[in-house]
């Protein structure tokens, strides 16, 4: 079982950063596949970011990248999403979320970026980017 916090969201001027954080409970938060994920209401849970469980791999979408970097300590049991040059249409809820992946087995974007996959979610932490 892992359960998962997310902190950092809040309102900020279009142009701006935020850095968002992703606490994890239970020993094993190494062997997880750690997303970024976003929300709007009346509108489908996006992909954002994904990192592997060594962080030796990210992923991002194409939305974000070039803006937006995630990385993780495993040793804090903690993600963080680095968020610059923030738009107005990044203004959602924001969930970080986790896969459990087996030592050896390689993730490819189309599974990093699937909702589907991840096992446990946080509650979410709102960003909002004002123009």
């Known amino acids: 079982q892992v359960q998962l916090v997310e902190s950092g969201g809040g309102l900020v001027q279009a142009g701006g950063s935020l850095r968002l954080s992703c606490a994890a409970s239970g020993r094993t938060f190494s062997s997880y596949t750690m997303g970024w994920f976003r929300q709007v209401p009346g509108k489908e849970r996006e992909f954002v970011a994904a990192?592997?469980?060594?962080?030796?791999?990210?992923y991002y979408a194409d939305s974000v990248k070039g803006r937006f970097t995630i990385s993780r300590d495993n040793a804090k049991n903690t993600i963080f999403l680095q968020a610059n040059s923030l738009k107005p249409e990044d203004t959602a809820v924001y969930y970080c979320?986790?896969?459990?992946?087996?030592?050896?087995?390689?993730?490819?974007?189309?599974?990093?970026?699937?909702?589907?996959?991840?096992?446990?979610w946080g509650q979410g932490t709102q960003v909002t980017v004002s123009s």
């Open positions: 979320a986790a896969d459990f992946e087996p030592m050896g087995v390689s993730r490819r974007f189309e599974r990093v970026s699937s909702s589907s996959y991840y096992d446990y």
């Open positions: 990192i592997t469980r060594g962080g030796g791999n990210t």
